[in-house]
T-cell receptor
Framework: AQSVTQLGSHVSVSEGALVLLRCNYSSSVPPYLFWYVQYPNQGLQLLLKYTTGATLVKGINGFEAEFKKSETSFHLTKPSAHMSDAAEYFCAVSGVPSGGSYIPTFGRGTSLIVHP | GAVVSQHPSWVICKSGTSVKIECRSLDFQATTMFWYRQFPKQSLMLMATSNEGSKATYEQGVEKDKFLINHASLTLSTLTVTSAHPEDSSFYIC????????????????FGPGTRLTVL
């Protein structure tokens, strides 16, 4: 069984400020962790993922996330927010593949609001 | 690589009619595809797993006769919402796992742009 908790349905930052979106997971097997971004009326775009190896993962658009097993966390950060970062962000976890595919379980999402 | 398309991007239909949504993997083959439903301001809910050449697997609580899934080829899965009603209005998203090693690996899902269904 696996689950994801995203703390805060909305996060508001000023342009240029640090972005921190929180994600905690639970998984009975070593997790694969993902962050996706969704712009209005669009599908999900993969930002980054952790599978194995280095725990600090860098993704697209300047985002990065760190896998901390002891804290069961995979928080997403970006040093300086841009207006274009305003979107919905989903954390997801997957574990043992089902029929060969890793089916992710999604968090409820965090809406990032960027103020000028 | 690993591009998934959906058609149509939005559709409005009358109550009682059926609507077909297509999901295509454009540059890779997908023996498995997944269909999700997303309500406004909420997360994605997995509806079913579409399997090429065999029956789809539905999640608990999803009506099989309501949401017909056909995986006709290695690049196409279709979701048909039969006898649609206003409560079926939603954003429907499909995904396909990447292939190894060309497209990200099977541990990653690639999502279509979604289809907005509005039933009047």
């Amino acid at each position: 069984a696996q689950s994801v908790t995203q703390l805060g349905s909305h996060v508001s930052v000023s342009e240029g400020a640090l972005v921190l979106l929180r994600c905690n997971y639970s998984s009975s097997v070593p997790p694969y962790l993902f962050w996706y971004v969704q712009y209005p009326n669009q599908g999900l775009q993969l930002l980054l993922k952790y599978t194995t190896g280095a725990t600090l993962v860098k993704g697209i658009n300047g985002f990065e996330a760190e896998f901390k097993k002891s804290e069961t966390s995979f928080h997403l950060t970006k040093p300086s927010a841009h207006m274009s970062d305003a979107a919905e962000y989903f954390c997801a976890v997957s574990g043992v593949p089902s029929g060969g595919s890793y089916i992710p379980t999604f968090g409820r999402g965090t809406s990032l609001i960027v103020h000028p | 690589g690993a591009v998934v398309s959906q058609h149509p991007s939005w559709v409005i239909c009358k109550s009682g009619t059926s609507v077909k949504i297509e999901c295509r993997s454009l540059d890779f083959q997908a023996t498995t595809m997944f269909w999700y439903r997303q309500f406004p301001k909420q997360s994605l809910m997995l509806m079913a797993t579409s399997n090429e050449g065999s029956k789809a697997t539905y999640e608990q609580g999803v009506e099989k006769d309501k949401f017909l899934i056909n995986h006709a080829s290695l690049t196409l899965s279709t979701l048909t919402v039969t006898s649609a009603h206003p409560e079926d209005s939603s954003f429907y998203i499909c995904s396909a796992p990447g292939t190894y090693p060309a497209s990200g690996g099977t541990d990653t899902q690639y999502f279509g742009p979604g289809t907005r269904l509005t039933v009047l």
